[in-house]
């Protein structure tokens, strides 16, 4: 069958089947099983109500449950068992044996020197963005030109950097740009930026640097606007630069979004996979443990590595998972 | 409130500068692409794409047609005339030639030796004579025009010159076995069910985190807030196992679940923080009329939080459509029919990774969509945007 009638098809089941689950089941338990009248009317709508939120969230529970929940779990026992032995348990042998691949330590440098420097480099720049357009009267186009990126997609994203990195042998024009600037200052040959071992992991980050930009940008200018005309009235009287009023008065007072925005791209950068496989698969010492993990699950076939790597990026994530949940859970009350 | 201090600030040229450096520093990347997508192979191979916009400057070698064929006697010399550009079957006719000749040569140690109109004299009576345009006239006696063309050395200009050509075949050639066409279609087929199924579930779901009260809400919404950031990579074997084991296997019904649960946490958390914000007299008064929860949710909520269902779309729609790791471990199978656009450029950037005029072809094709959706689109995607993270 044709994948785009299929899809249809799809669409029409799926939305029809949703509609209809939450039409019908809401009407059986209304008219069917505690309908709303006779003697025990009243007892029967509110068994009903009690009864109707889960109605609501069955579906997404669902999905929820067996999509993402029920992995982390399965994930957890995978990396403690061995698939070439049938499954049997072999305790931390999975671990052990990635803690001593050297490619795994390489994973996780680089994974820390993307933890140090994209959330950092994309938030200053962001905000660097947002205070700057925020000021001048063509801003919003400006801030639709930097968020751009948020629209490209990684692989895509990848190609135009591969472009820009991009080196001809030194007899011929260059057509990346990086070198034919790095020619133009003086530089003796042109150089294949993504082969140099530590910097590359740079020339890879500059892609997502360039991608996460515009989402700090759009997140700290609507905080920047936020901030209570007093305050910077106050400090102008009191005769305070520009730079002061940006530093000592607007910064303090959205550091709360600050911290949310690092939290953001913090996440992003744990889970970066398509950059690094589609630029260099992680060759040249660029390997990051999202790509290690598909490396070992996928190539290798070893499912207990994989697991145990996958585990570690959950690791990684927890510390903000439990305290987005504080967060929630404070403001909930 | 800039003015309140009394001087116009005389930084505000340096900020409107400092904007346009950081605004063309962002776009520069995909300007490169855009203008690299309409180059042809030979222009993209000869000079970068910022020499596009203006005329390229290139120096080929050319050959004067086969003198054993080609000449003829005139006044008891030899001569050969033409084209230099018709020989070598770049053009058809000489009118049709589109660079023009500043300097040439007939060694390739001296390529620049002569401008264009001067006659060379390459000794003992051979002459030749090259004109802007190609058309050469060589003359000489029987033998030195016998054996192969003379070789001509041009530095030409040639105007900017834009194709289309490059999207044609990407795009449109049947016979194309690398082109996007097939991979376009796919990609379509998965983001459209992966992007409305979501929202329905999670609506429902969000109307009764948001407005129903039972037993244990508060540990549901905590839930949702966590598994909004599991990383999807834990999901990856887990589920293909179990898709495997009842029956899916790879294909178009596992990816559009696996996308289907993977945003359900972003689409219940974004719809749950519009929905709460809603007026309750309106919810209350429709209750004290006697509405159910269920025409209360399909009458009122549903259109009411519209601009929340719209910035979850949008999510939704750019994450599916730029996906790559979801469609490699659920969709793409041995035989590549279900191949995705990403999956597509990345093995171009594997086989074809010199070829810049497919790959940025086909990079633009798959960014042309979202940067649609986008630039319509970008309120409602702002919009989630703060909605989703400054709460």
């Given at each position: 069958?044709?994948?785009?009638?299929?899809?249809?098809?799809?669409?029409?089941?799926?939305?029809?089947?949703?509609v209809?689950?939450?039409?019908?089941?809401?009407?059986?338990?209304?008219?069917?099983?505690?309908?709303?009248?006779?003697?025990n009317?009243?007892?029967?709508?509110?068994?009903?109500?009690?009864?109707?939120?889960?109605?609501?969230?069955?579906?997404?529970?669902?999905?929820?449950?067996?999509?993402?929940a029920?992995?982390?779990?399965?994930t957890?026992?995978?990396?403690?068992?061995?698939?070439?032995?049938?499954?049997?348990?072999?305790?931390?042998?999975?671990?052990?044996?990635?803690?001593?691949?050297?490619?795994?330590?390489?994973?996780?440098?680089?994974?820390?020197?993307?933890?140090?420097?994209?959330?950092?480099?994309?938030?200053?720049?962001?905000?660097?963005?947002?205070?700057?357009?925020?000021?001048?009267?063509?801003?919003?186009?400006?801030?639709?030109?930097?968020?751009?990126?948020?629209?490209?997609?990684?692989v895509?994203?990848?190609?135009?950097?591969?472009?820009?990195?991009?080196a001809?042998?030194?007899?011929?024009?260059?057509?990346?740009?990086?070198?034919?600037?790095y020619?133009?200052?003086?530089?003796d040959?042109?150089?294949?930026?993504?082969?140099?071992?530590?910097?590359?992991?740079?020339?890879?980050?500059?892609?997502?640097i360039?991608?996460?930009?515009?989402?700090?940008?759009?997140?700290?200018?609507?905080?920047?606007?936020?901030?209570?005309?007093?305050?910077?009235?106050?400090?102008?009287v009191?005769?305070?630069?520009?730079?002061?009023?940006?530093?000592?008065?607007?910064?303090?007072?959205?550091?709360?979004t600050?911290?949310?925005?690092?939290?953001?791209?913090?996440?992003?950068?744990?889970?970066?996979?398509?950059?690094?496989?589609?630029m260099?698969?992680?060759?040249?010492?660029?390997?990051?443990?999202?790509?290690?993990?598909?490396?070992?699950?996928?190539?290798a076939?070893?499912?207990?590595?994989?697991?145990?790597?996958?585990?570690?990026?959950?690791?990684?994530?927890?510390?903000?998972?439990?305290?987005?949940?504080?967060?929630?859970?404070?403001?909930?009350? | 409130?800039?003015?309140?201090?009394?001087?116009?600030?005389?930084?505000?040229w340096?900020?409107?500068?400092?904007?346009?450096?950081?605004?063309l520093?962002?776009?520069?990347?995909?300007?490169?692409?855009?203008?690299?997508?309409?180059?042809?192979?030979?222009?993209?191979?000869?000079?970068?794409?910022?020499?596009?916009?203006?005329?390229?400057?290139?120096?080929?070698?050319l050959?004067?047609?086969?003198?054993?064929?080609?000449?003829f006697?005139?006044?008891?010399?030899?001569?050969?005339?033409?084209?230099?550009?018709?020989?070598?079957?770049?053009?058809?006719?000489?009118?049709?030639?589109?660079?023009?000749?500043?300097?040439w040569g007939?060694?390739?140690?001296?390529?620049?030796?002569?401008?264009?109109?001067?006659?060379?004299?390459?000794?003992?009576?051979?002459?030749?004579?090259?004109?802007?345009?190609?058309?050469?006239?060589?003359?000489?006696?029987?033998?030195?025009?016998?054996g192969?063309g003379q070789?001509?050395f041009?530095?030409?200009?040639?105007?900017?010159?834009?194709?289309?050509?490059n999207?044609?075949?990407?795009?449109?050639?049947?016979?194309?076995?690398?082109?996007?066409?097939?991979?376009?279609?796919?990609?379509?087929?998965?983001?459209?069910?992966?992007?409305?199924?979501?929202?329905?579930?999670?609506?429902?779901?969000?109307?009764?985190?948001?407005?129903?009260?039972?037993?244990?809400?508060?540990?549901?919404?905590?839930?949702?807030?966590?598994?909004?950031?599991?990383p999807?990579?834990?999901?990856?074997?887990p589920?293909?196992?179990?898709?495997?084991d009842?029956?899916?296997?790879?294909?178009?019904?596992?990816?559009?679940?696996?996308?289907?649960?993977?945003?359900?946490?972003?689409?219940?958390y974004?719809?749950?923080?519009?929905?709460?914000?809603?007026?309750?007299?309106?919810?209350?008064?429709?209750?004290?009329?006697?509405?159910?929860d269920?025409?209360?949710?399909?009458?009122?909520?549903?259109?009411?939080?519209?601009p929340?269902?719209?910035?979850?779309?949008?999510?939704?729609?750019?994450?599916?459509?730029?996906?790559?790791?979801?469609?490699?471990?659920?969709?793409?199978?041995?035989?590549?029919?279900?191949?995705?656009?990403?999956?597509?450029?990345v093995?171009?950037?594997?086989?074809?990774?010199?070829?810049?005029?497919?790959?940025?072809?086909?990079?633009?094709?798959s960014i042309?969509v979202?940067?649609?959706?986008?630039?319509?689109?970008?309120?409602?995607?702002?919009?989630?945007?703060?909605?989703?993270?400054?709460?």
């Open positions: 069958m044709n994948p785009a009638l299929q899809g249809l098809i799809t669409i029409i089941i799926g939305v029809g089947g949703c209809g689950y939450f039409y019908f089941s809401n009407q059986i338990l209304d008219k069917v099983l505690f309908p709303a009248r006779g003697e009317a009243g007892r029967n709508i509110n068994r009903a109500n009690a009864i109707r939120p889960w109605l609501f969230m069955g579906p997404a529970i669902l999905a929820l449950g067996l999509y993402l029920y992995p982390v779990v399965e957890l026992r995978l990396s403690l068992t061995d698939r070439s032995l049938g499954g049997a348990f072999v305790g931390g042998d999975n671990y052990a044996q990635m803690f001593a691949d050297e490619k795994f330590w390489e994973a996780v440098r680089n994974n820390f020197l993307w933890l140090l420097i994209v959330p950092a480099a994309s938030t200053a720049f962001g905000l660097l963005a947002a205070q700057l357009t925020d000021r001048i009267s063509w801003g919003n186009i400006a801030k639709s030109l930097i968020f751009m990126p948020m629209a490209i997609s990684f895509g994203a990848a190609v135009i950097f591969k472009l820009i990195y991009d001809r042998p030194e007899d011929v024009q260059q057509i990346g740009i990086l070198n034919a600037v020619l133009q200052l003086g530089g040959s042109p150089i294949t930026w993504l082969t140099v071992p530590f910097w590359n992991n740079l020339f890879l980050m500059v892609v997502l360039w991608i996460q930009t515009g989402f700090a940008m759009v997140i700290l200018s609507a905080a920047l606007r936020g901030i209570p005309e007093e305050t910077v009235e106050a400090a102008i009191d005769g305070a630069n520009p730079f002061q009023i940006f530093f000592k008065i607007k910064l303090p007072q959205i550091s709360g600050i911290v949310v925005v690092w939290t953001t791209i913090t996440i992003v950068v744990l889970k970066v996979f398509d950059i690094v496989f589609a260099t698969n992680g060759q040249w010492e660029t390997q990051v443990l999202a790509n290690y993990m598909y490396d070992k699950m996928f190539r076939n070893d499912w207990g590595v994989g697991s145990a790597s996958a585990m570690i990026i959950m690791l990684m994530v927890t510390p903000i998972l439990v305290w987005n949940v504080y967060n929630a859970r404070k403001e909930m009350r | 409130m800039d003015n309140i201090a009394g001087k116009k600030s005389g930084l505000t340096a900020v409107h500068i400092s904007v346009a450096a950081l605004v520093l962002w776009i520069f990347p995909t300007l490169g692409l855009l203008i690299s997508s309409f180059r042809t192979t030979d222009q993209i191979r000869t000079s970068g794409w910022w020499a596009a916009l203006f005329p390229a400057v290139q120096n080929e070698t050959r004067a047609a086969d003198p054993d064929e080609a000449r006697e005139r006044d008891g010399i030899f001569v050969v005339e033409g084209n230099l550009y018709v020989v070598d079957g770049s053009v058809e006719s000489a009118a049709d030639v589109p660079a023009e000749i500043s300097v007939t060694s390739s140690r001296e390529i620049d030796a002569y401008v264009a109109g001067e006659t060379a004299d390459m000794g003992d009576g051979e002459t030749m004579t090259v004109q802007s345009n190609g058309d050469y006239i060589w003359t000489g006696d029987e033998d030195q025009l016998s192969r070789r001509v041009v530095t030409a200009e040639s105007p900017p010159e834009f194709t289309l050509g999207y044609q075949s990407v795009l449109f050639d049947p016979g194309n076995r690398e082109g996007m066409s097939r991979a376009f279609l796919n990609t379509l087929t998965v983001t459209i069910p992966a992007t409305i199924i979501p929202i329905l579930i999670a609506a429902f779901a969000a109307y009764a985190l948001a407005w129903m009260d039972f037993p244990g809400r508060a540990l549901l919404v905590a839930a949702v807030v966590a598994l909004l950031v599991v999807l990579q834990l999901a990856l074997i589920l293909l196992s179990l898709h495997n009842i029956g899916i296997g790879k294909g178009y019904l596992g990816v559009w679940l696996a996308h289907t649960g993977f945003g359900l946490p972003l689409a219940i974004l719809l749950r923080n519009y929905m709460v914000g809603l007026p309750r007299d309106i919810i209350e008064s429709a209750k004290v009329d006697g509405a159910t269920f025409q209360i949710f399909t009458k009122i909520i549903l259109p009411l939080s519209f929340a269902l719209a910035s979850f779309a949008i999510f939704q729609f750019l994450w599916t459509w730029n996906d790559l790791l979801v469609a490699m471990v659920f969709l793409i199978d041995s035989s590549g029919e279900t191949t995705v656009m990403t999956r597509q450029i093995e171009l950037l594997g086989t074809r990774g010199g070829d810049w005029e497919i790959l940025a072809t086909s990079a633009f094709v042309a979202p940067l649609v959706v986008f630039f319509t689109m970008q309120r409602y995607l702002v919009r989630g945007l703060l909605a989703g993270s400054v709460k």
